[in-house]
């Protein structure tokens, strides 16, 4: 899995490629550590760009949720956008997609997140991480 990010004013674009599952969750949970922690500190909204993600395993859900549990108890925004058709399933079936705010475009997630991100994204050309 490999993994990038991108701040567009004060939201985090986290974006993972590849597969999550056994193999890469914990270097997923390695990586938005850190990522969490700073969002969770000033209250930031923190978005995952699911665009090159292929496939999701449980254990990959599960560090979604203790993402989702840190976020929230901060009282602070974490979103996920542009779920490819079998990680939407995925996401669906077990339900995530009520646990998550779940957008269809980065710039769709980056909308909900503030204003000042979404001018940001656009003001880079609508880059996306790499």
């Given at each position: 899995?490999?993994?990038?990010?991108?701040?567009?004013?004060?939201?985090?674009?986290?974006?993972?490629?590849?597969?999550?599952?056994?193999?890469?969750?914990?270097?997923?949970?390695a990586a938005l550590t850190p990522l969490l922690a700073e969002?969770?500190?000033?209250?930031?909204?923190?978005?995952?760009?699911?665009?090159?993600?292929?496939?999701?395993?449980?254990?990959?859900?599960?560090?979604?949720?203790?993402?989702?549990?840190?976020?929230?108890?901060?009282?602070?925004?974490?979103?996920?956008?542009?779920?490819?058709?079998?990680?939407?399933?995925?996401?669906?079936?077990?339900?995530?997609?009520?646990?998550?705010?779940?957008?269809?475009?980065?710039?769709?997630?980056?909308?909900?997140?503030?204003?000042?991100?979404?001018?940001?994204?656009?003001?880079?050309?609508?880059?996306?991480?790499?």
């Amino acid at each position: 899995m490999h993994l990038s990010t991108q701040q567009f004013a004060d939201t985090i674009v986290v974006a993972p490629a590849g597969r999550i599952d056994h193999r890469s969750a914990a270097e997923l949970e390695a990586a938005l550590t850190p990522l969490l922690a700073e969002a969770a500190a000033r209250q930031g909204p923190l978005v995952l760009d699911f665009a090159a993600v292929e496939y999701i395993s449980s254990v990959g859900l599960r560090v979604l949720m203790i993402a989702a549990r840190q976020m929230r108890a901060a009282q602070a925004r974490l979103g996920v956008a542009a779920l490819q058709s079998v990680v939407a399933e995925i996401f669906t079936i077990s339900r995530f997609d009520k646990v998550l705010a779940v957008s269809p475009t980065l710039e769709a997630a980056l909308a909900q997140s503030s204003d000042a991100a979404l001018a940001a994204y656009r003001a880079a050309g609508g880059v996306q991480p790499t």
